[in-house]
């Protein structure tokens, strides 16, 4: 992979960076458990919130970051740095430590982390063996996952801030009740979820080491929920689905010619390669998120006069 230069306006050739998956699974999954070690750590601490949202991570302007985690009567972060390749922790009261990012094994990685927040008076246990895969190697043990392409973790993170910023755009016209954009470390995607406030038919669950009551938690109300995941296409893919799904929602129009749905996943995909390849990827990615969520609104009978305004109220 060769360096990409983005300008500072994010409107540069490689605003939209490439990064094929196949290029970089490893290092992805090793990602994923790390990040799945740090998102355990904010759920340790923080008050539980409705859907899951205490425990998510955020896109940042050099990673992905935990926001203010309380402890005491003060407070930490930690945050990945994919400019300087580091892992940050800090504290309220000044104390930092680093964790460097290489190419090392997942049982090194947390114990190196455990380590740091002992030593910052910070001791923490979770629950180790990792969610929503079907391989959940316990990361005390994990000696598999040991791969870092710092080159692949920056441009990842690249697409992260895009998506980010076209999916806050798309949050700011809602003023209903609407999730952050943020990054859920079981499912290792960026997502952001619109309610109609109604109450949702029980989730069935069936996702891999994860407890079907915490699927009941995150679906409990009807949702039209979109985002971007480094999966579904040869460059990651951007997806849109509603739950309950209604009836018609898979035969609606997805907007873009090269968006289309997918069975296998219940939900709309839209290549990331396709937006990158875009004359206008902002609008292409804009289309998509409209119509998927017209669609799930119409055909669910949302009350859309209420729930939506004009993004320059």
């Known amino acids: 992979m060769t360096e990409q230069k983005v300008s500072r306006n994010g409107r540069g050739a490689s605003a939209w960076p ?91 990685f947390y114990a190196e982390v455990m380590a740091v927040l002992e030593e910052l008076g910070i001791p923490t246990r979770i629950r180790t063996r990792p969610n929503e895969v079907e391989q959940a190697i316990p990361f005390e043990e994990d000696h598999r996952h040991a791969s870092y392409d710092p080159e692949a973790a920056r441009l990842f993170w690249r697409q992260l801030l895009q998506a980010h910023r076209v999916l806050g755009r798309f949050r700011s016209g809602f003023v209903g009740k609407v999730s952050p954009v943020h990054f859920f470390w079981g499912s290792f995607d960026l997502a952001c979820t619109r309610f109609s406030g109604r109450p949702a038919p029980p989730h ?43 009836d018609g929602y898979a035969d609606r129009p997805a907007g873009p010619a090269a968006a289309f749905y997918s069975p296998e996943y219940r ?15 902002d609008r292409m990615l804009a289309e998509f998120l409209d119509a998927t969520y017209a669609s799930a609104a119409e055909l669910g009978g949302w009350d859309r006069a209420a729930l939506e305004t004009g993004p320059r109220r």
Request: aromatic letters at 14%.
């Open 267 to 281: 939900q709309f995909l839209l290549p990331y390669e396709a937006v990158a390849d875009a004359a206008d990827p």
């Open 18 to 108: 490439r990064l094929r998956v196949s290029d970089w699974t490893e290092t992805r999954d090793t990602l994923h458990m790390w990040t799945q070690i740090v998102g355990k750590i904010r759920m340790a601490h923080t008050p539980p919130l409705n859907h899951w949202w205490h425990v998510t991570l955020y896109v940042g302007p050099r990673g992905l970051t935990t926001s203010a985690i309380p402890y005491g009567d003060g407070a930490f972060d930690i945050g990945f740095d994919f400019l300087d390749h580091q892992l940050r922790v800090r504290v309220s009261d000044g104390d930092v430590r680093r964790v460097a990012l290489g190419p090392e094994p997942v049982a090194r």
């Open 204 to 246: 069935p669950g069936g996702f891999p080491n994860c407890p079907d009551w915490v699927m009941t938690e995150s679906y409990s109300h009807e949702v039209a929920s979109c985002g971007f995941w480094p999966g579904g296409g040869e460059e990651g893919a951007f997806y849109a689905y509603a739950y309950p799904e209604p």
